[in-house]
């Protein structure tokens, strides 16, 4: 706390911290000792720190519901201030002031205000783009949506597409463009360029350059292209610091072309992800399609088998806490371990010797496996792996004869698939060397992301006129002459390919708010057509190149609607990999590699200034506003490193601070750096936080290098980890339970998750429930008579916890709907966090290869909703349907239904964390939902506003068939009220229905034997439940709970 | 020492007592009486527009339908205001001069919209919905009062939550029967002399006799009411109106 570097909030020393420190040596003398099978959080949690005793108690740390900023407390202040707040109390009593009300001149024919509109466009993205629908409310974009009838899609999201709602609106954005800081307009920067065209035309362009990010759209390629031909000396380069290199590069190896392999997870048995995140997010490309495919053999609801995942990783991402078998590495040791499955498996490659036993053990078990399932297998290489790796994962596949059935290669999504790493190279040597008399540097932030040792901000200095076309103001345009302020892809027209090919149209929702410019016009000032819309140059290419016969206008018309472009889907290619095994040059056992990653919130750092994402807990590792040296519980105490330390890592004579995180899972000796933090010129919210891991990052070692030295500096970095707030107590629902520590874990492993491998669930359909939980008590077990809920509609959620990848684009989708806030980093750290939804993480286990399950948690909405009775102004209270209601207006503030919830989902506005200042925020709030104000406590509604149009859709629809037949009815059907949080997720992991009806989805699930309430023994009734986890590893490796071969049920034996 | 206060005191400290507690009383009476005045909810109150708009003229005068102009009130949530040019559509044509219709003339004109001030008012955290109840049997008189008598438009309603639950806890005061009643401002309910009949089973109602409005037929069961309440409560039951429990529920206007 002393060294915290804004002291914005004032925060009493937690009991916790009053005491010395646990330094992570002491935590790992007191975890040797400890046995059996636990569910825990964090650390803290596993040691029985005392201070998290409290956490557990208190929701929130110590001193957080102190006044802000000032010596005085919150009681004290309430002294001060009790006579005037009584007069204030007084206010409701006075007038409302007048409001206008505005309509318009001439009401557009196809508007009628207060029903949203929903129209078809995509979102490009450097993986593929993303084909999404939006919501319009009165023109506005209000809320983003995958396309339903896309395949890429299937109605789903990721976090990326429903966060970039808010860049839109973003008030940082660029809203003029300049020249060397000085107001100029587009106009002016026309007349420049024909300026330089003239010039340039004796030269055939040769100082002309041309720097985009990776092009995934066909207009624009064509676009670039044809002013390539009128410049033949021009050069075009792209770059995007997260790039394809290593997999192309492989593919040129492999096959002497560009190809991307594609996955079809569906028909695969076994999985073996080699440090790849394809369930991670859409920092893999195709990860929407791929998730949803993968969890469809592991909903256990069909005749499929279940497939098994094996996951060797440098990291702990998500795709890894959902492996049934997952073997922590080094990522500079995988490329050797994946020579040795591929020998293994009969395909050459490097034999297994200098692998220790457990991996040895984990290789034969894998190999077996494969073969076992060969040609229903997927071997899938990470994208932030070598190109070696990919080339043995290749080989592997072929081997397995997975080539044709499992994985299929096509040509890759990018127009023009390029190395971009060698790219860069050459761009900046002809930079330096002065041959470039025009760069202009179609969006992206080279000068922040570029590597570091290239200089690329030197050598811009060199270049005859540099223009960069953005829509921020980031750390380019500062070193660039020109800034022309671009467009957000709602704003314009485009087109763009998914990962599979596929094109889309980027169909715009809302004129420029700025007036910005896009990529399409930019690249037009250089052609003969300067003048060429973003839409003529959509609809020429079309024109020219859509592969569908009849009307072309018809056809636009019919592409947009579907959000589709017919027969452009990659063709399938049938190479045959060639050449042998390649040559692997090991790491030394103890040299300390550096992994750089891209953010699983901000990706490569596009998205800092993106507050959704910045206050979205990165998965599994529950961090947020900040990157960390992530590493294991090893290499950090066998350093003396604390966690929170500022360590100096140096890679190739380069200095890089950054707090230290420990991640269990991680392997030792290895560090993961997220990219994309310590922006300077990122805008208001993503200005200094975190640590520039570009800094380190240089051309020679841009995915893994290696750290010379690191050094413990005296400094240390609070980070806002919120794995240890919100913490649900086991206690109170096991009487039995005397204290809190390894018993009280135990009540945890019995209520909130719940587990069994696949061959006791066989045995025992039912092993969520009988002596070993605490059962739910009778439904006549009470008091007071129960309130009838027979009738009508009873809405309840269902989780499937196996479904459940821990992506957290349900946690963006259900911020987006419902307006919540973002509080900032100080009150996160203070437990203030405003999501409604958040993905719980339990781990069990080794500590040093936990598994992870994830739990998504939001209000219960239970039927004996503990937080109703305890409220004195009854602002929370339960409607017919079974919604546990809150009632913003009637809420004063006092919190007791916040401490009376086992489930700690009520979110308090201990301050104005809306904002109802900013006006370019405003259109963006779903006008359906009310924007909170300070004092008032929140929660999950179900989406009640979703429900209530559904309900007056469908009774207004019954009115008109009675016309015809005055016995017609019409009820609200089963999937027509789709939650956000249901609506975004890619595994169809929640569903929400009408618990009545026997035949709505929700029942059929909620009536499977796995389903169960957590803290249901209580007699809590919740609405919410979830579907336990059943988990499929390979017995011969042991899982890895610490007990090889054990229960998965009750691995301790026959104890409770 | 001598008593301090004299016998007279303890008349005083009784009376005292007494005119606290009617201070207190009259002052929670006063403060009661004040937030359900039309100083604060600004019922009746004629506020300033920028086009001293007649409906009285409109609706009674000419006769037009409250649908001509508040276009989405049968499909969405917004009545509608209408736009310049709805107002135009006439008033291109009639009193093309008038000093009044200038602000509607210059917004045409010039693209402009024209700021109305809000009349019925209703809190940022209500959510009223205006196609469920016009689809439901609620006619606009019921809330916005005899519109076609009012030369400047004013709110009816106080539209404090205790008059919509007054409404929501007992519908069958106002519901009427689809169709034209639900638009007729001037429609008092069924009596003696005006009857209304509804064919039993579908809910087919007249206001000239037993006949079904559009093919002309008679009635089969034909139905006779001369009272509010009893056509109120048989309109409830064939509407489906919701019983009052769930549509008093506080999510059904608040979320």
Redesign the interface.
């Given at each position: 706390m002393e060294n915290h570097p804004e002291n914005l909030v004032q925060i009493k020393p937690s009991t916790a911290s009053s005491k010395p420190k646990l330094t992570l040596a002491e935590a790992r003398e007191r975890l040797s000792s400890a046995t059996g099978k636990r569910y825990w959080r964090s650390l803290e949690e596993l040691v029985d720190e005392p201070g998290f005793e409290e956490l557990l108690e208190n929701e929130f740390p110590a001193g957080a519901i102190e006044y802000q900023n000032s010596g005085v407390s919150r009681r004290n202040f309430l002294k001060l201030m009790g006579g005037s707040m009584a007069l204030a109390g007084?206010t409701?009593?006075?007038?409302?002031p007048?409001?206008?009300?505005?309509?318009?001149?001439?009401?557009p024919e196809d508007l009628?205000?207060?029903?949203p509109k929903f129209f078809a466009t995509t979102m490009p993205f450097p993986t593929g783009a993303m084909p999404l629908v939006v919501r319009s409310n009165e023109f506005r974009p209000t809320k983003i949506e995958g396309n339903p009838q896309h395949p890429v899609s299937h109605g789903a999201t990721d976090v990326f597409a429903q966060a970039s709602l808010l860049d839109l609106y973003d008030p940082d954005r660029s809203q003029n463009s300049s020249y060397r800081g000085e107001p100029r307009n587009w106009s002016d920067f026309h007349a420049a360029v024909d300026q330089y065209k003239v010039k340039a035309a004796a030269s055939g362009g040769a100082g002309l350059r041309f720097l985009t990010e990776t092009v995934i759209s066909p207009t624009l390629a064509w676009q670039i292209q044809t002013v390539l031909k009128k410049f033949p000396s021009a050069k075009w380069y792209q770059w995007d610091p997260v790039n394809r290199g290593p997999a192309r590069a492989a593919s040129q190896t492999l096959f002497g072309q560009y190809a991307e392999p594609l996955y079809k997870f569906d028909a695969a048995n076994v999985v073996l992800s080699m440090d790849s995140e394809f369930l991670s997010g859409a920092q893999f490309p195709g990860f929407v399609r791929y998730s949803h495919d993968f969890v469809a053999r592991r909903k256990l609801a069909n005749d499929q088998p279940m497939n098994r995942l094996y996951v060797v990783e440098s990291f702990h991402t998500t795709t890894g806490a959902l492996a049934d078998n997952r073997l922590p590495m080094r990522a500079s040791d995988i490329p050797a371990f994946a020579a040795a499955l591929l020998s293994m498996l009969g395909g050459g490659g490097s034999g297994s010797q200098g692998f220790t036993d457990e991996q040895q053990k984990f290789l034969q078990a894998l190999a077996k496996d494969l073969k076992a399932n060969a040609g229903a297998s997927i071997v899938v290489p990470g994208e932030q792996q070598s190109a070696e790796l990919h080339v043995l994962a290749a080989q592997i596949n072929q081997a397995l004869g997975n080539i044709g059935k499992t994985v299929v290669y096509t040509d890759p999504y990018e127009l023009v698939p390029s190395d971009q790493d060698a790219g860069m190279r050459e761009l900046i040597a002809d930079m330096k060397a002065g041959k470039v008399d025009m760069l202009a540097i179609v969006e992206g932030n080279p000068v922040f992301n570029a590597p570091v040792d290239l200089d690329f901000e030197g050598s811009l200095d060199k270049v005859g006129a540099s223009v960069h076309l953005s829509s921020y103001r980031n750390e380019t345009t500062r070193a660039a002459q020109w800034h022309l302020h671009g467009t957000h892809y709602l704003e314009t027209w485009s087109d763009a390919r998914a990962y599979d090919g596929t094109c889309s149209l980027v169909q715009p929702l809302i004129a420029p708010l700025y007036g910005g410019h896009s990529a399409h016009e930019l690249i037009a000032l250089f052609s003969d057509t300067p003048e060429m819309t973003p839409y003529e140059a959509v609809t020429t290419y079309w024109r020219q190149n859509g592969k569908a016969s009849g009307d072309f206008d018809a056809n636009f018309r019919k592409w947009l609607h579907d959000d589709i472009i017919p027969n452009t889907t990659s063709a399938t290619r049938t190479p045959s990999p060639r050449g042998g095994a390649p040559a692997i040059k090991p790491l030394d056992k103890n040299a300390i590699e550096v992994v750089f990653r891209p953010d699983p919130s901000i990706y490569d750092g596009r998205y800092a200034n993106n507050a959704w994402l910045q206050e979205c807990p990165k998965p599994v590792i529950r961090l947020e506003w900040d990157n960390a040296a992530m590493m294991s519980l090893n290499t950090a105490a066998n350093h003396g490193f604390n966690q929170e330390d500022i360590i100096q890592i140096t890679v190739d004579g380069r200095t890089l601070e950054a707090p230290v995180m420990v991640v269990y899972g991680m392997p030792d000796n290895s560090i993961t750096l997220h990219l994309g933090y310590g922006r300077e010129f990122a805008g208001r919210v993503g200005n200094g936080y975190g640590f520039n891991a570009y800094g380190i990052r240089g051309s020679k070692s841009p995915i893994v290098a290696t750290a010379e030295k690191l050094d413990k500096t005296e400094d240390t970095y609070k980070l806002a980890i919120v794995q240890n707030f919100t913490l649900i107590d086991a206690k109170a629902s096991d009487p039995n339970t005397q204290s809190r520590s390894v018993q009280g874990s135990e009540a945890l492993r019995r209520d909130i998750i719940r587990v069994a491998s696949l061959d006791e669930y066989k045995k025992d359909p039912h092993f969520a429930h009988g002596e070993l939980y605490n059962e739910d008590p009778g439904y006549e077990q009470t008091l007071y008579p129960n309130y009838d809920y027979s009738r009508?509609y009873q809405w309840g959620m269902a989780v499937d916890m196996n479904s459940c990848v821990g992506c957290n684009a349900c946690v963006i989708a259900c911020q987006a709907e419902n307006n919540s806030p973002v509080v900032g980093k100080e009150q996160v750290k203070i437990g203030r966090d405003m999501k409604w939804l958040r993905i719980d993480a339990y781990f069990t286990g080794d500590l040093h290869n936990p598994r992870a399950f994830f739990q998504p948690m939001f209000c219960q909405h239970c039927e004996n909703a503990p937080c109703e009775p305890v409220c004195p102004v009854g602002a929370t209270?339960h409607?017919?349907?079974g919604?546990n209601?809150m009632?913003?207006?009637r809420c004063v503030g006092t919190r007791y239904c916040l401490n009376n919830c086992p489930y700690k989902v009520r979110r308090f506005n201990f301050m104005l964390f809306a904002d109802y200042e900013t006006p370019s925020l405003k259109p963006m709030r779903n006008p359906?939902?009310?924007?909170r104000s300070r004092g008032v406590m929140e929660k999950c509604?179900y989406c009640?506003?979703r429900i209530?149009a559904a309900r007056?859709q469908a009774?207004?629809e019954?009115?008109q068939m009675?016309q015809s037949d005055?016995n017609a009815k019409r009820v609200i059907k089963d999937g027509e009220v789709l939650t956000a949080c249901q609506q975004a997720c890619p595994t169809e992991a929640l569903v929400f229905g009408n618990v009545n009806d026997p035949n709505s989805k929700v029942t059929k699930i909620k009536t499977q034997p796995r389903n169960y309430g957590v803290l249901s023994d209580i007699n809590t009734r919740p609405r919410t439940t979830y579907i336990a986890n059943v988990v499929n590893p390979n017995m011969e490796i042991g899982d890895r709970t610490g007990a090889p071969g054990k229960s998965y049920i009750n691995p301790a034996g026959a104890e409770s | 020492m001598p008593q301090v206060f004299n016998r007279g005191a303890n008349g005083l400290a009784r009376m005292s007592l007494v005119i606290l507690g009617l201070v207190v009383t009259s002052l929670a009476l006063t403060l009661n009486e004040l937030q359900r005045s039309p100083y604060v909810t600004k019922q009746g109150e004629r506020l300033e527009q920028p086009v001293p708009f007649s409906h009285q003229h409109h609706v009674a005068g000419l006769g037009l339908d409250c649908r001509y102009c508040h276009t989405s009130v049968e499909n969405s949530s917004f009545a509608g205001i209408p736009p310049t040019k709805t107002c135009m559509n006439c008033h291109s044509e009639i009193w093309t001069n008038a000093d009044i219709l200038e602000p509607v003339r210059a917004s045409y004109r010039n693209n402009t919209p024209i700021w109305w001030t809000k009349l019925h008012d209703l809190p940022d955290y209500v959510y009223f919905n205006h196609e469920i109840h016009v689809n439901k049997g609620i006619g606009c008189a019921s809330c916005h009062g005899p519109v076609d008598e009012m030369p400047l438009t004013y709110a009816h309603a106080s539209l404090q939550m205790e008059w919509c639950l007054d409404c929501h806890r007992n519908p069958a005061k106002n519901i009427r029967p689809r169709g034209d009643p639900i638009y007729n401002i001037g429609w008092k309910g069924p009596n003696g002399e005006h009857p209304v009949y509804c064919e039993d089973g579908t809910g087919n109602c007249s206001l000239t006799g037993p006949y079904d409005q559009l093919t002309g037929q008679k009635m089969k069961n034909a139905r006779e009411f001369v009272d509010q309440m009893s056509m109120g409560k048989y309109l409830v039951a064939q509407y489906h109106v919701r019983p009052p429990n769930e549509i008093q529920s506080c999510e059904t206007c608040h979320r």
């Open positions: 007084l409701a009593c006075t007038r409302q007048d409001e206008p009300i505005v309509p318009y001149v001439r009401q009628i205000p207060g029903i009508g209270t409607s017919p349907e919604l209601v009632v913003y207006n359906d939902v009310t924007v509604t009640v506003q209530n007056i009774e207004v019954e009115v009675q005055p | -």
